[in-house]
């Protein structure tokens, strides 16, 4: 018999098809991850704060019953914080077999995005950090920033409180 | 089913098997038994069919190899001699790489080479040159039907002296006294025998020596002794896959012999059960028929409750979705406390009922998740003949308490640490056998493994027979490693802890075993964030015993619900002491060390929970809030919160590490108005604070 086929990971069996995205807002600008590692969208709602942690972990949410970790993409991503509202969401995605939340300020749509109209990261010169964006993809003379969601939340920042708590 | 679940099935069956075989193994090392080479046999056996189903056809066949190796041995054509014994065990670790590391495989053909010339070897050669294994001995089982004339004691014989003479000559397994020959009462004459025996006894003894036992009585007297070993079965629920017929279970139980058994069967009345023959002849009694029946219940029982693995995985949904429903019962029970009194009773009333349902509901889960401790303790018995083979000590490992059942997470949690602690009694407990013959012990070495309940709790205990600590040596070892300050004095208990020190190792050579970058701190920092304890009981030249305290599942714990400032913490029920409201006058502050309140003349330092969260607090003076005391590891501590809300039962959901890093966290739990609630883990709390002060 032969030698049985690994399964191949998600992030794989999209890259082999047309891409879709959840595109959402932050600061006016449009992002997106990949359809199929959102799990979810929420409404904002109850988040209990955790002490002694990273600036942009906003704290836990009970998502039916699972504790669920929520994070802050502006602050995450360096910019000023604004009041949540009406269309603050909570974009729950699954990484590495985890839940977490990202709070964004508005969720926009689903949007195919073809491959070869995404670009590659170009180098900017500003202070975002680029690791965790996956590329620049064109949708109607709009610029959508695709995301990497499994960079996003094993930056090094994360590592750190990994590493701290394996040293003590 | 796919390929990849299919391997992934056959892995978790394979590992199973592979535990299995390797206690039966070192268990068949110990004292020889022909059913242990039939199961080992068998364990083979499935091995070989399970591989080829997977597509794993070089296992298969390896497999097959080894169990025509145990069919030799089965079959009595070859003797079990150590040099098997490691065969075997070498070969089922050259099928463990197989298995679970496929690409490793390939460097291992001299090894299996070697395997399969051995077994080849002994496929000819009846003889093996090593010492044959001890044999276990086999008991004989007689069956004993003593029936003496009722004039016995005329002849000055005491039926009681002769049935205390049988009972001593093995152990008795069942013993029957027959009262149907005793008259009513105001017919008894006192100097007359009225009873008769039966009695089933296992004995190591031939025939010979229950017959002289009964050398004097046996003309006389209606004396009768029948060997029934051949169909004696000890527990006859054991290893059965087919229903049992009634006749069967009672010559197997040694109540009848075949001969009658096939009497009965041949005298049957048209109509008639077999039961029903064998007590019209007189064979056995009714309540022999029902006690056989009984046994047929169970063994019946037994082929049908078969087992079914489920993922851990379903088990924690269907114990999240539970959680769930006990949210959405007190959202209703609160909107029923809203209502009128006389409309919400029903509602209220129905309510109480699905509660305890769902209680009992949660319950059974829980228990789903138990499992014993057996299949743990035994396989730490190969680990204990390898390493102590190593290092050239006679170690034996003894388990006891194998059936005391535990939360599967805990198991899993434990088995690294408790594998580290055998391997500390291996190494610094037992002394060299050189010594131990110094000594006038015995020259091998035990180590206990016992598991028991007590208490709520689970404790698991590790002793070994060794030199025991030595609180002087161990002071001075962690003086001169800097450990503690030269000065400082420490009580027995204090000294014994110095071991879970990091960077504390008594071998003064770092060993083969010790030495691998973990240490018995690390077991320590295991079983704390079990949330258990250890505690070290030790006497000179008698050994040293671990005894590990757990919670019975990680899962549940009761907590106190407190409120600071907005949001709510849970602090471990058990943690708690005592909650007061200080007077104003108990509350000092301590230069360069913060606060603390005085509670019956003991001055204890005080945490103001509000600012380590970072919450705006109800009450700004401890006098006006509340001051809840806790206690870990002997520390004290006392947290001022602005209300207690409650004790509550509380579902524990893990916070990831990548959420936070705060020790005093030591996980949430969701409370019945849907929020997330954190638990304070005291322990955590006080080196939080402690590194806090620098």
Not at chain 1, 17 to 44: H, P
Not at chain 2, 547 to 562: F, V, Y
Request: a negative charge; charged letters at 30%.
């Amino acid at each position: 018999m032969e030698k049985i086929d690994r399964k191949k990971t998600v992030a794989e069996q999209i890259d082999d098809e047309a891409n879709q995205y959840v595109t959402f807002l932050i600061s006016g600008e449009s992002y997106g991850v990949e359809v199929l590692c959102v799990k979810e969208i929420l409404g904002m709602t109850d988040v209990t704060p955790v002490p002694n942690t990273l600036s942009f972990m906003k704290g836990v949410i009970n998502l039916r019953g699972e504790v669920v970790p929520v994070v802050d993409m502006r602050i995450k991503f360096g910019m000023s914080e604004k009041e949540y509202d009406a269309f603050t969401v909570i974009i729950i995605v699954e990484v590495k077999r985890r839940l977490i939340g990202m709070i964004v300020d508005a969720v926009s749509d689903v949007a195919d995005i073809p491959i070869d109209s995404i670009q590659n990261t170009p180098h900017f010169t500003t202070r975002i950090e680029t690791d965790f964006i996956k590329g620049i993809g064109q949708l109607a003379e709009q610029l959508i920033i695709i995301l990497d969601v499994d960079k996003i939340l094993t930056s090094d920042e994360f590592q750190k409180i990994d590493q701290e708590d394996v040293s003590e | 089913m796919s390929d990849q679940a299919i391997l992934e099935v056959f892995h978790n069956e394979a590992r199973e098997i592979i535990e299995n075989i390797e206690t039966e193994l070192v268990s068949l090392e110990e004292s020889y038994d022909s059913e242990k080479v039939n199961t080992l046999f068998r364990y083979f056996h499935t091995l070989k069919g399970s591989s080829g189903i997977a597509g794993l056809m070089e296992v298969s066949e390896f497999t097959h190899e080894i169990e025509s190796l145990l069919d030799r041995v089965r079959s009595e054509e070859i003797q079990v001699t150590p040099s098997l014994i490691d065969t075997v065990l070498a070969s089922v670790d050259l099928v463990k790489v197989m298995i679970f590391d496929e690409d490793q495989a390939d460097g291992l053909s001299s090894q299996k080479e070697k395997i399969l010339t051995f077994i080849g070897k002994n496929s000819n050669e009846v003889t093996d040159s090593s010492r044959p294994l001890p044999q276990k001995r086999k008991l004989n089982y007689f069956r004993v039907k003593i029936n003496f004339k009722d004039n016995v004691f005329e002849y000055g014989i005491d039926p009681l002296m002769i049935i205390e003479d049988l009972v001593t000559v093995g152990t008795v397994i069942e013993e029957k006294i027959y009262r149907s020959r005793v008259p009513a009462l105001d017919e008894i004459n006192p100097e007359k025998c009225y009873l008769s025996w039966m009695y089933i006894i296992g004995t190591k003894h031939a025939k010979k020596k229950i017959d002289e036992i009964f050398l004097f009585v046996f003309d006389d007297n209606d004396i009768e002794i029948t060997d029934i070993t051949e169909d004696y079965r000890e527990d006859i629920t054991s290893d059965v896959n087919e229903e049992k017929k009634i006749g069967n279970i009672l010559v197997q139980k040694g109540l009848i012999t075949e001969d009658e058994l096939l009497f009965a069967l041949s005298n049957m009345k048209k109509e008639e059960k077999v039961g029903k023959a064998l007590v019209r002849l007189k064979l056995v009694t009714e309540k022999d028929i029902e006690k056989a029946l009984g046994v047929q219940v169970e063994v019946r029982k037994k082929i049908e409750s078969t087992t079914i693995r489920v993922e851990r995985a379903k088990l924690d949904g269907i114990m999240n979705l539970l959680g769930e429903i006990v949210i959405g019962q007190s959202s209703i029970v609160r909107f029923a406390d809203e209502l009128d009194e006389d409309k919400a009773y029903a509602l209220k009333n129905s309510l109480y009922g699905l509660n305890r349902s769902t209680r009992q509901f949660q319950e059974q889960i829980m228990a789903m998740r138990m499992i014993p401790v057996g299949p743990t303790f035994s396989q730490f018995k190969r680990f204990v003949r390898d390493t102590s083979r190593q290092i050239g000590k006679e170690i034996r490992l003894e388990i006891m308490g194998k059936e005391t059942e535990l939360d599967k997470t805990v198991i899993e949690e434990i088995t690294d640490p408790l594998k580290h602690m055998i391997r500390n009694s291996i190494d610094h407990g037992i002394e060299s056998t050189e010594e131990r013959i110094k000594l006038g012990k015995d020259p091998t070495g035990i180590i206990t493994l016992n598991a028991y309940h007590q208490e709520g709790c689970i404790f698991i205990e590790i002793s070994d027979d060794g030199k025991g600590l030595d609180a002087e040596e161990l002071r001075s070892i962690a003086v001169s490693k800097g450990i503690i300050a030269k000065d400082k004095e420490l009580t027995e208990d204090e000294s014994y802890a110095l071991i879970f020190k990091p960077g504390f190792s008594t071998a003064n050579a770092v060993g083969d075993l010790s030495g691998r970058g973990v240490g018995m701190d690390v077991v320590k920092s295991n079983i704390d964030s079990l949330r258990g304890s250890v505690q070290i009981i030790t006497e000179k030249n008698r050994g040293t015993t671990f005894r590990i305290k757990l919670p019975l599942t990680l899962a549940i714990i009761d907590g106190m619900l407190i409120k600071v400032g907005k949001s709510v913490y849970i602090v471990p029920l058990l943690s708690i002491l005592e909650s007061i409201r200080p007077r104003k006058e108990d509350v000092k502050t301590i230069k360069g060390q913060g606060e603390v309140v005085m509670v019956r003349n003991e001055y204890i330092s005080l945490i103001r929970l509000y600012k380590y969260f970072d919450q705006v607090p109800a009450f700004e003076n401890p006098w006006e809030a509340l001051v809840v005391i806790v206690e870990s590891n002997g520390e004290k501590l006392a947290l001022m919160i602005d209300d207690l809300i409650g004790q509550q039962q509380i579902v524990i959901k893990s916070l990831d590490n990548t959420v936070t890093k705060d020790r005093s966290i030591s996980g949430a739990a969701i409370l019945g108005d849907g929020n997330v609630s954190l638990i304070i883990d005291i322990h955590g709390l006080l080196s939080e604070i402690s590194s806090l002060r620098g």
